[in-house]
């Protein structure tokens, strides 16, 4: 049944924007002291078609600064497990190598005597590999400023970082030639700094100079790196990157590994296709400074996985154009030519060139804990027409589910293209909390969008909140969007018969609704055409006894827009009003402008309906808001 063309109705519609807007008591969830419910700041600015942003920008702090000495505070969860390619612990060293470094000097010690040893002023090479020696920890500390370390080896060792800072001027400050376990353990109390040569020079010392060496950056190793200790390790890569090899990473609980800069990534890891294993933070503090063009904090060739810890990343630098892949290459907080996993730590990534992105994925993206904030501000970068690359929250080219923790996302780079979350796949919610904030659409997908649990909000300052290209369909949870007015609306889905709600709470405001939901869909839901509103007024939507649906406070001022709704409370045999200029007291939950429960009073009925259809609209798309 419709309702739109009662003459009440679309009169009281129009004196929404003049209605006082309700503010919930502070001392309520998700009042002004909540911080779940984000503030408003910056400047307003007009978006299409002459709307207003109100600068519903969000309040968490993105902030990454210099590195103040933070160090992890998560030692008490390194549990020591069996496996003895992870756990030191789980070996034996028979031999012990002791480096010490003193200025233009090094005096080296070891009780090995199959363990061949060599040094040039204060560059120190040792051999292990000749006579495949197994069972050893290399243990280096003192000063040089003019000093570097090459390791060779065929076994497994120890290297243990024990108060050492190194620089180096012909190469790496330490290239370990040895493509098996490389255990880095930083004692307790000790901090560990490492800086390479600006240009590397042929008179790097070589075991065999016949053979071409990778020197990849600052600490290199052809194996896999294993970080453990409660230590220090702070890395400048001046050449290329800061922290980089050709094996697996993995980081356990206690450890702190600083990037202060580096001319290109500053952890640049290549993975272990045997182990199955690209980078595997199990916890620890990574804080990674990278201004270079195109430059990652963290960049595998297969999967990255965080169990826990903290990462604070960020990169500043603008996207530029590769010739050798013939396209754009943008700076990324994470980048991994694999899938991403995130089940727990709190991570914080920024990055403000152009064309930056906070997680990009070439497969899919996992999110199952944590808390994870991602930021970037940088517009568009335009190599050529065809060739762009354009800010991005999370990117990519698989799927992205999240069952559990936080995503926090703010893109506000002022260009098309600039999305809090783009898949190129599917999107599948069920659990935890998403909020996205973007200059573009909020969350873009080309195949499908799925909620079945767990809190979305998707707000866009110039489009749509939420664009599916193919299918979307809210089965539980709660989503709340917001589109920018005119053609943009809270929710674009190309096709109704794609569009289903069968459960859940969902809220949408914009200019426009592009489709409304298919006939086939479980769950009511109405759709309120010219509807003209404030920032921060509430609506209420009222049973038969008053009491409280759903009730949304507006995000922004829009003259003619649409509100649609849908909510489990919906009965095909009630009757409904909808109430603006109350107040609303004693709710029992919220997220970010949508209230659930509580006691509603004072309001003014601007609109009533019996939602006999599954789709019930008040008003008409094309029909502007009267005005009083």
Known sequence: MKFGKLYKCLLLAGLLVGVTACTPPSDEPGGDDTPEQPSTGGDDSTGNDGTVDDGDAPSFD???????????????????????????????????????????????????????????????????????????????RGESDNGGLKIYGEKKFKLTLDGVNLTSQKGSAINVQCKKNIFVHLPEGTTNYLTDAVTYSDDD??????????RKGCFFAEGDFVFSGKGVLLVAGKNK??????????????????????????????????????????????????????????????????????LMLNTSGDAIYEAEQFDTSSAAGIKADGSIYISGGTHTMKSTGLGGKGMNAESEIKISGGETTITTTGDKYVYSANLTSSSKGVKSTGNITMSNGKLNIAVSGK??????????????????????????????????LSVSGGKVYAYSSNSDGIDSNGQLVVSGGVVVASGSGGSEGGIDVDNGNNFKINGGTVVACGGSLQSAPSSSSAQRSVAYYGISYAKNQQVAV???????????????TIQNGTLFFSSPAIAADGTYTIETGGTLTDYTDSWNGWYGGGTWSGGEQIALFQPTDVVTTIGEPSMSAPVW
């Open 205 to 214: 010392y070589y075991l065999d100079s016949s053979i071409v060496e990778d």
């Open 62 to 140: 993105t902030t990454i600064a210099d590195w103040n000495g933070e160090m992890a505070d998560d030692a008490d969860k390194d549990v020591v497990g069996s496996d003895s390619d992870i756990y030191y612990e789980r070996n034996s060293f028979t031999s012990l190598v002791t480096v010490t470094y003193n200025g233009s000097t090094a005096q080296v010690e070891s009780s090995n005597s199959k363990i061949r040893c060599h040094t040039s002023g204060a560059y120190v090479t040792i051999d292990m590999q000749t006579n495949a020696v197994s069972k050893v920890e290399v243990v280096v």
């Open 415 to 448: 260009s098309d293209g600039s999305e809090g979350l783009e898949s190129d796949g599917s999107v599948n919610v069920r659990g935890g909390e998403m909020y996205v904030y973007a200059y573009d659409n909020g969350i873009n997908v080309d195949i499908s």
């Open 542 to 556: 009222l049973d038969e006894s008053a009491n409280p649906v759903l009730a949304f406070e507006f995000p922004r």
């Open 241 to 310: 990157h800061g922290v980089v090899n050709d094996g697996y990473f993995w980081m356990r609980p206690g450890v702190t590994l600083v990037v202060t800069e580096t001319a290109k990534n500053a952890i640049h890891v290549k993975g272990s296709a045997n182990d199955e294993i690209g980078v595997y933070i199990a916890g620890g503090l990574i804080y990674a400074n990278v201004a270079s063009p195109a430059g990652k904090a963290i960049k595998c060739d297969m999967d990255v996985e965080i169990e826990g810890g903290k």
